[in-house]
């Protein structure tokens, strides 16, 4: 059982940069993958990216939407995922989350652990 927790989220401008992360109970949070999605008020969740396990070079992926501008990255010491938004836009408001997984998923979210969410407010 793993259980999630996003922070981070709040209200910034457009273009500017929001750093959310993604904290997990549990000491095995470094075999699990993890993805972060976002829904829109009205719209579907759509994926935003994921991480791997690898301890070195961990695998990433990104929606071509954000890639260039978004990071994530994962600090397994402190059982945290990040995402480091960058260059925000206004359709980016949503509410982010993160979810968690033993495999690959890509870019479905057939993930088996999720978060409650996080807010991000992007203002024009």
């Known amino acids: 059982q793993v259980q999630l927790i996003e922070s981070g989220g709040g209200s910034v401008e457009a273009g500017g940069s929001l750093r959310l992360a993604c904290t997990a109970s549990?000491?095995?949070?470094?075999?699990?993958?993890v993805g972060w999605f976002r829904q829109a008020v009205g719209k579907e969740r759509e994926f935003v990216a994921a991480i791997g396990t690898n301890r070195w070079s961990p695998r990433t992926s990104y929606a071509g939407s954000v890639k260039g501008r978004f990071t994530i990255s994962r600090d397994n010491a402190e059982n945290t995922v990040y995402l480091q938004m960058d260059s925000l836009k206004p359709e980016e408001t949503a509410v982010y989350y993160c979810?968690?997984?033993?495999?690959?998923?890509?870019?479905?979210?057939?993930?088996?652990?999720w978060g409650q969410g996080t807010q991000v407010i992007v203002s024009s």
């Open positions: 549990g000491r095995t949070f470094s075999s699990y993958v």
């Open positions: 979810a968690a997984d033993l495999k690959w998923i890509g870019v479905g979210d057939q993930y088996d652990y």
